[in-house]
């Protein structure tokens, strides 16, 4: 028996953002934001306004940093205790939209720590207190159709990567007006990890006949829009936006592979952004799984109007479009090129495989992968070798 869920009403197109007058009837929303962008552009502002003459006494909660940390989570929760919204509006990138679930966990249920919901599908019942409204700003986590959040404990160095249907938000908002104000570097990485969501998605073991139309379509977008979102044009900032969207409501299903497993610890020791890594990753993993689901890539590829009369070539066709995206894009192709020392990656290999064979996203990857597969993948993603085991 298998389970998809998401949330039951998406908003989207130019000017979605008035869809909040929707939540007429409700009484209090708290507004769960980062740094300075939101407000910079208006769109905090504009928010507020229109909760505001909807009826709703609203609170505001800011400075979500990045990377959320478990205390500005209790904090949050603490301070949504004392208001009692029936609304939580989280906007902004994933960083906000990720603190603001897990405030939401504490709010409903004060009694629990993180340690009693850490463990996958532990977060009990919540919409006693609250229901969830998400606006991302950025076009690549989807934490606003997903049902994970990843929190920081900063004391221990630990990262909370909470999952559980019950965080998966019940309204989201993509309105692309708010995502039109990504710079492109920002555009290239978190594109092409929604492009690595999809893809995972499409691969991993949990795939189903519900997701697999989610994750091709994703693709097929991301790979026709993603060089001229990089290039400013809006309407493919726009299409970007929705892409990312179905990619996330694809893996919040389906769930991911090592390309993240990898990315997950690789951005945290090179100190590189998540989208960046998983650029890197992705042609390595895709040759490293196509040992076991080549048909599988070959399908993507010909979704997507690559050439090639086998499996084998249509597989190469993709690794070759994903290099070539990356190089349009300005991405250098290997960790070495990203200016990781040598040194140091042989000093930290071994924990880094260790750790990334642990990650929950190995588990639903398509091929099993050993220690030893995940630091020869990362080699090759090193030095940009092939790989053929
Ligand atoms: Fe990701």
Redesign the pocket.
């Known amino acids: 028996m298998a389970r998809f869920t998401l949330p039951r009403d998406l908003y989207f197109g130019a000017g979605s953002i008035e869809e909040l007058s929707n939540l007429k009837g409700k009484k209090k929303a708290i507004i769960v934001t980062g740094g300075s962008s939101m407000q910079k552009f208006g769109f905090l502002k504009k928010v507020e306004d229109i909760l505001t003459k909807t009826g709703l006494e609203v609170k505001l909660f800011e400075g979500v940093e990045p990377d959320p940390s478990v205390e500005t989570v209790y904090r949050g929760a603490k301070e949504m205790q004392e208001f009692g919204p029936d609304v939580i509006v989280s906007i902004g990138g994933g960083s906000p939209i990720d603190a603001a679930k897990a405030m939401w966990v504490f709010y409903e249920h004060p009694e629990l720590t993180f340690d009693d919901i850490k463990d996958p599908f532990s977060i009990p019942e919540l919409r006693k207190k609250a229901i969830f409204v998400a606006i991302p700003s950025t076009s690549g986590?989807a934490t606003e159709v997903t049902a994970f959040s990843v929190i920081t404990d900063y004391s221990t160095l630990v990262k909370y990567p909470l999952a559980d249907f019950n965080i998966t938000p019940d309204i989201a908002i993509l309105d692309p007006d708010i995502a039109s104000t990504m710079p492109p570097k920002l555009v290239a990485h978190t594109g092409m990890?929604a492009m690595?969501?999809a893809i995972e998605a499409y691969t991993a073991s949990l795939a189903s006949p519900f997701s697999d139309p989610l994750a091709l379509k994703a693709i097929s977008m991301i790979d026709d829009s993603i060089v001229d979102s990089y290039n400013g044009d809006k309407d493919a900032k726009g299409d970007m936006h929705t892409a990312q969207c179905l990619a996330g409501m694809a893996f919040s299903n389906a769930l991911l592979g090592i390309v993240?497993s990898l990315?997950h610890k690789t951005g945290a020791q090179f100190d590189l952004p998540?989208g960046l890594c998983?650029a890197i990753m992705l042609p390595y993993v895709i040759a490293y799984n196509s040992k076991v689901c080549m048909k599988k890539y070959a399908e993507i590829a010909r979704f997507i109007g690559l050439s090639g009369a086998t499996d084998k070539q249509l597989t190469n066709s993709l690794i070759e479009e994903i290099n070539r995206l990356n190089r349009t894009l300005n991405i250098a192709p290997t960790f070495k090129e990203n200016g990781v020392d040598e040194a140091y990656l042989k000093e930290h290999i071994d924990f880094i495989a260790e750790n990334a064979q642990k990650d929950p996203c190995t588990g639903s990857n398509p091929r099993e992968a050993s220690v030893e597969d995940l630091k020869k993948i990362l080699e090759c993603a090193y030095y940009g070798t092939p790989v053929n085991f």
């Open positions: 986590t990890d690595t969501h993240h990315a998540h998983n």
